[in-house]
T-cell receptor
Framework: QKEVEQNSGPLSVPEGAIASLNCTYS??????FFWYRQYSGKSPELIMSIYSNGDKEDGRFTAQLNKASQYVSLLIRDSQPSDSATYLCAVNYNFGNEKLTFGTGTRLTIIP | DARVTQTPRHKVTEMGQEVTMRCQPILGHNTVFWYRQTMMQGLELLAY????????DSGMPKDRFSAEMPDATLATLKIQPSEPRDSAVYFC??????????????FGPGTRLTVL
């Protein structure tokens, strides 16, 4: 069974610090990787996608992918209280298949 | 600002009643997904469509759930009869898929269903 694992948290980070969120996946054939942010009572919102090994930066967010080690991470620099949310990692296992498998999410709290 | 819309946003019903949830995907998107989210199970894929054709409904209890896409602007998820264990938030998501492309999915606001 294809799995996506995340530490459920809660992860508490002081305001202004770097928040580091990690995700591991079971299938080496995985092709596409996504990070979604979900505020309490709201829907998941896509914040980052990454498809090749290495880093991808977008503003304060950096996604890191290491296919050999089967992990993907999300770094949030200069953390703000508005970053407090649950972060969901999602993996697409088949390049010709639209299905995503989601992790259970990591709850992040930024402490002012 | 293109968005996925869902109706109703909240639904409270009694066990045994029929529930219909509707979704309007983003114009131009060719894939539509139905998910269910609970605290215990997280986000589960129930069914999805590509170009209105159902491709996978293996996540759905088929004896009571049905999903259809009567046209490109409307997807429906029905539960008949509903049971208390169906209480969850149901999300619709849409995306644009090309062969060899990627799979960014955009979520609607969800329907919060409570079955008493």
């Amino acid at each position: 069974q294809k799995e996506v694992e995340q530490n459920s948290g809660p992860l508490s980070v002081p305001e202004g610090a770097i928040a580091s969120l990690n995700c591991t996946y079971s299938d080496r054939g995985s092709q596409s990787f996504f990070w979604y942010r979900q505020y309490s009572g709201k829907s998941p919102e896509l914040i980052m996608s990454i498809y090749s090994n290495g880093d991808k930066e977008d503003g304060r967010f950096t996604a890191q992918l290491n296919k050999a080690s089967q992990y993907v991470s999300l770094l949030i620099r200069d953390s703000q209280p508005s970053d407090s949310a649950t972060y969901l990692c999602a993996v697409n296992y088949n390049f010709g298949n639209e299905k995503l498998t989601f992790g259970t999410g990591t709850r992040l709290t930024i402490i002012p | 600002d293109a968005r996925v819309t869902q109706t109703p946003r909240h639904k409270v019903t009694e066990m045994g009643q029929e529930v219909t949830m509707r979704c309007q995907p983003i114009l131009g998107h060719n894939t539509v997904f139905w998910y269910r989210q609970t605290m215990m199970q997280g986000l589960e894929l129930l069914a999805y469509f590509r170009n209105r054709a159902p491709l996978d409904d293996s996540g759905m209890p088929k004896d009571r759930f049905s999903a259809e896409m009567p046209d490109a602007t409307l997807a429906t998820l029905k539960i008949q009869p509903s049971e208390p264990r169906d209480s969850a938030v149901y999300f619709c998501a849409s995306g644009f898929w090309l062969a060899g492309g990627w799979n960014e999915q955009f979520f609607g606001p969800g329907t919060r269903l409570t079955v008493l």
